[in-house]
């Protein structure tokens, strides 16, 4: 049984070590919110751990593959909300006004990552492609076109208009907490709705409650 225990710590990181990066990596985060990305040295990570510098070392390359790790847990953290509202939906509309929703409930429920990360974006934009990867909602957004639900367009162009709708939001809840969210959150979904939808005449447009004509 010994020997089997000693097997298992080689494959891979232990219970404690994993436990501790998880610690240093929200202190990464709660340090970068608090006084921002430039000034959040590894000191000042270690000291709000209560650990020291070496310790941060020992589990990370440096600040470079600390920010990276930030970034996936946030990603990852995002991504358990989201996608599964998203893809509960029915129509592609609904996956639209699911995916924007979810997004902005999660800068609610997690306003300390969401600073982190916008903090991040601003000093390190070369490490965010992983965060900002739109693919999935490209492909989305096509599915809504094979569908008939929404018009022709650029999916990727859209994929990145609404993405950076959702930055921008964010950029705005770190400097003003009081911006209300469910407000913007309607707003985004009307916008997306009007530009992203197949617009037949005599038909209802989403949300509007008037009918839509090929007419100005």
């Known amino acids: ?59 990370f390359a440096g600040k470079d593959e600390l920010i990276q790790q930030v970034l996936t847990d946030v990603s990852q953290a995002g991504a358990a909300l989201i996608w599964p509202r998203v893809q509960a939906e029915t129509t592609s509309a609904g996956m639209l006004r699911a995916y924007i929703q979810s997004h902005l409930d999660f800068m609610r429920d997690h306003p300390k990552q969401v600073a982190a990360v916008s903090e991040i974006l601003l000093y390190h934009r070369a490490q965010t492609t992983a965060e900002h990867d739109t693919t999935p909602l490209e492909e989305r957004l096509r599915q809504g076109q094979r569908d008939g639900e929404f018009r022709t367009f650029s999916p990727r162009l859209m994929a990145w208009t609404i993405r950076a709708a959702l930055d921008e939001v964010a950029r705005q809840y770190v400097a003003d907490p009081s911006l209300d969210l469910d407000e913007a959150a309607r707003e985004l979904a009307r916008n997306f709705a009007l530009a992203t939808t197949a617009h037949t005449p005599g038909l209802t447009h989403p949300d509007s409650g008037c009918q839509v004509s090929r007419g100005g």
Request: proline share 2%.
């Open 1 to 59: 049984m010994q020997s089997k225990s000693r097997t298992i710590g080689r494959d891979g990181p232990s219970f404690i070590e994993v436990a501790r990066r998880a610690q240093i990596v929200e202190c990464a985060i709660e340090t970068i919110a608090a006084i921002g990305y430039a000034q959040a040295s590894l000191n000042q990570i270690a000291e709000r751990a209560g650990i020291s510098k070496s310790v941060i070392s020992y589990h």
